[in-house]
């Protein structure tokens, strides 16, 4: 299916609104899903410890420190964010907003602005040329919020993939943090990993295929459980 049949669907229309500058702050905002959340404390004695000791839990919390983004700009987020933490991404994105008066860029400004300046922010000569090869794409209609929204999880991860410098990381990452997919797991990261093993006392960094099998009790919301471990580990 062409990306412009996808485009039309009725759910890629509200799916994308949902990463609208008008809505995304509601939608950050919002606690974590009652049934996602039965369904874990169910599943693993672990999470349901993690559960209950937040019962305000939203797992989109530290995203209120971010300004609104739509697609590209989450993409741009993901790849800024490669091999860095959260708060070093932060800082870069804040750099590269100011080299564009105080705002994201547009994908036009993103391709028609010098290799050189998008260094000088702090970006990698890769990924500098990794946001390039995105801002193509928005620009030649290969990429688009509605497109992405209206796909389905293999189908993003296939097309962002595609753009040399995404892999799946930088992919998954996108279907959790800008799509919301309930069930996506980062089985490579390597924070997880460390957060696994803390929580689930591994005596070893648990290894991907360790982390997949213990993983399958929480299909079908492993974003949820990601985002656990993940507010479980910063709190240590």
Do not use: C
């Not at 100011?98 to 970006?123: K, N």
């Not at 892999?167 to 990993?193: C, I, M, S």
Request: hydrophobic share 45%; charged share 25%; no cysteine.
């Amino acid at each position: 299916m062409h990306v412009a049949e996808l485009a039309d669907r009725p759910e890629a229309r509200s799916a994308v609104a949902a990463l609208s500058t008008g809505t995304r702050r509601t939608w950050r905002a919002a606690a974590a899903d009652p049934e996602a959340t039965s369904f874990l404390r169910a599943a693993d004695p672990v999470l349901a410890r993690l559960i209950d000791a937040r019962p305000n839990f939203r797992p989109g919390a530290w995203r209120d420190e971010l300004p609104p983004l739509d697609g590209f700009g989450m993409l741009v987020f993901q790849v800024i964010g490669q091999q860095i933490s959260v708060s070093a991404a932060r800082t870069l994105l804040s750099r590269l907003e100011q080299r564009f008066g105080g705002r994201l860029p547009s994908p036009a400004e993103l391709v028609a602005t010098d290799p050189q300046a998008l260094r000088a922010t702090g970006l990698s000569g890769r990924k500098a040329a990794t946001l390039r090869a995105i801002a193509k794409r928005f620009l030649d209609g290969r990429l688009s919020d509605e497109a992405l929204a209206a796909m389905n999880d293999e189908q993003v991860e296939a097309v962002l993939t595609a753009v040399p410098g995404i892999g799946p990381w930088t992919a998954r990452g996108f279907l959790l943090v800008a799509l919301d997919r309930p069930d996506v797991f980062l089985a490579g990261d390597l924070a997880l990993r460390r957060a696994i093993q803390r929580a689930y006392s591994f005596d070893h960094v648990p290894t991907a295929a360790e982390m997949e099998q213990l993983a399958e009790r929480w299909r079908p919301y492993r974003s949820l459980a990601v985002a656990l471990l993940f507010a479980s580990d910063y709190e240590l």
